[in-house]
């Protein structure tokens, strides 16, 4: 059963936004995309806070919002649970006033078990006569999500909830939020420019940009290798490698490219409609490969079923948490990732001869849709 | 009092490296101040009839007029200050900007010309002068024209300063509560003015402390009668010609009911929340 669908447009000045969504019930859809892409006015548009020019919002059964039919529930009265990066808890309240805002009982017996149970499950049990501003900032967004749970919301969306905190607090706190959605089962919107947070928590994720939806489907395949330019370029893939194509051999659903004097072997370009309407122009490829699908050897493997073994040049080392980023020269610049302990026992350093070493299953081909807009250059 | 404010002097001089042009300064300010004030109580004490001057006719009256001329003033000053001090804190538009800057101008301008153009609005001679004869009304030298006078002079104290209260609330904080369904009415009662209070209160206390100073504007428009419009300002100044117990006693009492408001705005003192909004 869906729980939480619709679709808006909206227009903020000069920026328009055209989104839509679909939500199971306890299921995270992701909404991904860079600052100013839209995410947030999605949020606020499902919420009431802003009007959209057309669209329809669907929460539990219920539309709120239908342009066509004249249908708009106001704020109060949509059952949202909103939570923003700074959580906006109210300050001359205490956390347990706080959790109970939203409650239309509040002080009486049934309200106060219901702020315990919220207490409970969000580990803030001993905190409730605290001042909001005593609370660590993990405290924090648990009050938060607990001052929204306590409403009984129909969805819950939320604005980059981890952003201000450590990485270790955000996975706790992710794994808190898993844990939560098998207990109170809600659809839950999450927008967020962060790659990891993404991959951990999204069922699904929808890529947003310039207020487009540009590509959607499972985290691992979208964010992971990501068909489209534009989207690998925010997704981080570390290595986009312009080559050409040199031979085709369908048996084994490879083709050969080269570019900058390496050769590699990749999956087969196997869109039909791309070979049949120009096959000429698409020699020209896009290879997209993660940094960390790369092994790094001292001697070039013998036996190995790894179709791309390249030779090359440590360029540059680089700190880039959990491990170091080495940059090979091939011809082209390659970037792997390491671990530490890796960087040690091959006691690598700059202008050392290395071999990198993929499968061809690692590569993929990105579509470079558009020309590259002006801020691609952020990314390599 | 005095102690607290040799610690403070001992401080300045400290920061100051030894220079005494500020302490100086401070001293002779605070002599300056201090004197009038002190000899008000002191002449007051050596007045024998000074209880017999509290306690005349005329010092009741007056007393008893200006709390329930200012009392109606502030009420009004409520009911009208809030909502658009609230509008200003919130709307960008450039016609409220407009109008924001122009909010102050009752505190530059003086009390006396604001009479004056009061008479010229309202007066019988004044631009809704027939009309207002139509109806009946005759506004200038009655009670309702003291409360006018009051509301023109102390409105602005209390609007700027809610304003400025407002604004320290993030539109954010009003959103979050409206998706807790929590309604905007209510969420204006129990989120905004408990987050806006303190600069609501102190924009409170200094418009009443004015609307019970004001002078210059009333015996403009209001003019200065007995029981129906000589507040206590108006009736110190008309006590000095006659007798100087009733203006002493009513000089004390003000004196007295300044003081209270400032340590009333003393006490209530900003709470630990108001730096996290």
């Known amino acids: 059963m869906p729980v939480a669908e619709g679709w808006v447009k909206c227009r903020v000045g000069g920026f328009s936004l055209e989104v839509d969504w679909h939500i199971e019930e306890g299921k995270v859809l992701v909404l991904f995309g860079p600052s100013g892409a839209g995410k947030t006015t999605t949020l606020r548009a499902i919420a009431g806070l802003v009007r959209p020019e057309e669209g329809r919002v669907e929460l539990g059964g219920r539309v709120v919002y239908d342009s066509s039919a004249g249908v708009s529930v106001p704020v109060h009265g949509r059952q949202v649970g909103y939570l923003t990066q700074q959580y906006h808890l109210f300050p001359h309240l205490n956390v347990r006033e706080n959790i109970a805002y939203g409650l239309s009982q509040r002080g009486q017996p049934k309200a106060r078990s219901e702020v315990d149970r919220l207490s409970r499950m969000l580990r803030l049990d001993g905190l409730e006569d605290r001042r909001t501003w005593e609370l660590s900032g993990g405290q924090q967004q648990r009050v938060a999500l607990a001052r929204a749970l306590a409403t009984n919301p129909q969805m819950l969306l939320l604005d980059e909830p981890f952003a201000s905190l450590d990485a270790e607090l955000r996975r706790v706190l992710r794994r808190e939020l898993r844990a939560m959605l098998v207990e109170s089962p809600i659809p839950v919107l999450l927008v967020t420019h962060d790659l990891e947070e993404a991959l951990a928590l999204g069922d699904s994720v929808q890529v947003i940009d310039g207020g487009r939806i540009v590509d959607q489907g499972e985290p691992l395949r979208i964010l992971g290798q990501p068909g489209r330019g534009r989207v690998a370029r925010l997704a981080g893939v570390e290595n986009l490698l312009s080559m050409t194509v040199e031979s085709r051999n369908p048996q084994d659903g490879t083709m050969v490219c080269g570019g900058g004097g390496m050769k590699l072997e990749v999956p087969l370009d196997a869109a039909p409609s791309r070979q049949d309407d120009a096959p000429d122009q698409m020699e020209n490829i896009l290879v997209g490969l993660r940094s960390s699908d790369i092994i790094l050897a001292l001697e070039e493997p013998k036996g190995t079923s790894a179709r791309n073994r390249l030779a090359g040049t440590v360029a540059s080392v680089e700190l880039r948490p959990p491990g170091y980023e080495v940059t090979l020269d091939c011809g082209i610049p390659l970037k792997a990732q390491v671990t530490g302990a890796a960087m040690s026992e091959l006691g690598i350093k700059p202008e050392q001869n290395l071999w990198a070493v993929f499968k061809a299953s690692s590569c993929f081909l990105v579509q470079e849709e558009t020309p590259p807009s002006r801020d691609t250059g952020a990314f390599p | ?277």
């Open chain 2, 1 to 277: 009092m005095m102690g607290t404010s040799f610690s403070r002097l001992k401080g300045l001089s400290s920061l100051s490296g030894g220079g005494l042009l500020g302490p100086a300064a401070t001293v002779i300010y605070l002599l300056f101040i201090g004197l009038p004030v002190l000899a008000l109580l002191i002449r007051a004490a050596q007045q024998e009839s000074f209880f017999t001057g509290l306690l005349g006719g005329m010092a009741l009256t007056a007393l008893r007029l200006s709390l329930i001329t200012s009392g109606i003033s502030m009420i009004i000053i409520l009911l009208v200050g809030t909502p658009f001090a609230y509008l200003l804190a919130r709307n960008t538009s450039w016609m409220l900007r407009i109008v924001d800057s122009l909010i102050e101008l009752p505190i530059v301008l003086p009390p006396v010309v604001a009479g004056v153009a009061m008479l010229m609005a309202f007066g019988r001679q004044g631009v809704l002068g027939p009309f207002l004869e139509a109806l009946g009304i005759g506004l200038p030298f009655t009670t309702g024209a003291v409360v006018f006078a009051q509301i023109f002079v102390a409105a602005p104290f209390y609007i700027r300063s809610a304003k400025l209260g407002f604004q320290s609330v993030a539109r954010d904080y009003e959103d979050i509560s409206q998706t807790l369904g929590i309604s905007p009415w209510k969420t204006f009662w129990r989120l905004t003015i408990p987050l806006a209070a303190p600069s609501v209160l102190t924009g409170f206390a200094l418009a009443w402390a004015r609307a019970l100073s004001e002078f210059g504007a009333t015996i403009m428009f209001a003019g200065n009668l007995m029981g129906t419009t000589q507040t206590m300002p108006l009736a110190i100044m008309t006590a000095m010609e006659s007798s100087l117990d009733i203006a002493l006693a009513l000089s004390v009492l003000l004196l007295a009911g300044s003081v209270t408001i400032l340590i009333g705005l003393g006490m209530a003192s900003r709470p630990k929340w108001q730096n996290r909004l």
